[in-house]
């Protein structure tokens, strides 16, 4: 088989380490890729939002599957647009992709499906919005409805941060149309866990639960970013619990959307909080999770490409649920310093070929400059990932592979996966 793989991340280096073990798999081409992706297959500069060439390299390349990475492309519409050439892809259709690129038209179909999820309401214009978070209790979380690029879900912990994030959304529009409407949800406490399935629209298959660390700094302080380290599984999400979760909020969405005459193809991510009442749905993605996908697919025994061609052209049950392997993953990942503001890039990196097995290095913020010296080009730079027969022994072969990698304002969370160990597992 000849698979296109669409995306230039750490998750998608991770997508194609484990799409090129698939003894299905002759050849693997990246769009555009990364220096990580470089030696497991042939990296094509081309950007995943140019579907006139990215469906021309399917086709010169007689393309048997292609996969997608991230949801921009899924929003806009890449598989409606590949199936219309008869091109075959492993994602939902830019209808079906709603369910993360309008919070509001997620929250419908999690209302009309009986999904546990917070309380919410939406607002299009400013000064019903203002009026409403008035008389709300505090913490109020308040999200765009449309894509904004990990910018769209502010928590204001105070009345004035509440409207003064209204008025820059709706006002000043600094979402641009992702916020032309705006939710208002209950906040929900508890442990944030992702939970990610491979569905062909009837059946889903659950991955192994994920914890992914948001915050840019130790013990959660500090910006918010698009994810700094994961571990998994998550101990306290028991295999009850999972069936639980596939029960009462999977299997449920994924019904929902086939009522709607929507058959949804693909991965489908729900973030999720385990509330004191039972776990909750925070937000739907439409694709992998980043960093999650880094610590799921090592774990993963099972040839991801099957499910995958599986679940974008046939019947899940006609195929084994995934397997895995036994033990733990985490991940930390090397920002540059000052991420998520402004941070320098083109620093040279060392140390990377020096990391010691089992860590294996998912690139995403790296590139190679005139003379084919890695250097830093993004935010997130690298994650590191180890397997180990226990989360403590994972987290410190991880960390022992940060510490061989290095580059100057290079910056990492010290505590990824700790409060696993702080309960002893
Ligand atoms: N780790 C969060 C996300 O992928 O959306």
């Given at each position: ?93 830019q209808e079906a992709a709603r369910i993360e690129s309008s919070k509001s038209w997620a929250k419908t179909i999690m209302n009309a499906a009986g999904v546990p999820t917070a309380r919410a309401e939406r607002y299009r214009d400013y000064e019903s919005a203002r009026q ?294």
């Open positions: 088989m000849r698979v296109l793989l669409i995306g230039e991340g750490a998750r998608e280096h991770a997508l194609a380490w484990k799409i090129r073990q698939s003894p299905k798999v002759e050849e693997l081409f990246i769009a555009p890729g990364n220096p990580g992706t470089e030696p497991l297959g042939t990296n094509i500069d081309v950007p995943p939002s140019d579907f006139g060439r990215l469906v021309q390299i399917a086709r010169t390349h007689e393309i048997d599957l292609t996969v997608v990475g991230p949801e921009a492309p899924l929003a806009a519409g890449i598989v409606d647009r590949f199936n219309q050439e008869g091109l075959i892809v492993a994602g939902p259709t409403a978070v008035i008389d709300m209790p505090l913490p109020i979380v308040i999200k765009a409805d449309g894509l904004a690029a990990g910018k769209g879900v502010v928590i204001a912990h105070s009345h004035e941060d509440a409207v003064t994030t209204l008025h820059q959304m709706m006002v000043e529009r600094t979402l641009g149309d992702a916020a032309r409407e705006v939710i208002l949800e209950d906040y929900l406490v508890g442990l944030e866990v992702s939970i990610i399935g491979i569905t062909d629209g009837t059946t889903i298959y659950p991955l192994l639960p994920s914890c992914d660390y948001k915050r840019a700094f130790d013990r959660d302080a500090g910006p918010n970013t698009g994810g700094v380290g994961a571990y998994c599984p998550v101990p306290s999400v028991d295999p009850e619990l999972m069936v639980e979760i596939t029960r009462t909020i999977l299997q449920p969405t994924i019904d929902r959307l086939q009522h709607e005459g929507i058959v949804y193809r693909g991965v489908l991510y729900a973030g999720l909080i385990l509330t004191p009442d039972g776990p909750r749905v925070m937000e739907f993605n439409c694709r992998f999770g980043d960093p999650e996908t880094q610590v799921l697919l090592p774990l993963l025994d099972s040839d991801l490409v099957e499910l995958l061609q599986t679940a974008a052209t046939g019947d899940l049950t006609t195929i084994e649920p995934p397997a895995w392997r036994s033990g733990s993953a985490v991940g930390v990942v090397m920002t540059s310093g000052g991420y998520p503001g402004s941070y320098r890039t083109g620093v040279q990196i060392h140390g990377i070929d020096d990391v010691p097995e089992p860590v294996v290095v998912f690139h995403a913020g790296t590139s190679r400059d005139s003379d084919g010296t890695l250097v830093t080009s993004g935010g997130r730079v690298v994650t590191v990932v180890a397997v180990g027969d226990s989360i403590g022994d994972a987290c410190d072969a991880a960390y022992q592979g940060v510490a061989s990698i290095s580059f100057s304002d290079a910056h990492y969370r010290t505590d990824i996966a700790a409060r696993e160990l702080a309960v002893g597992s």
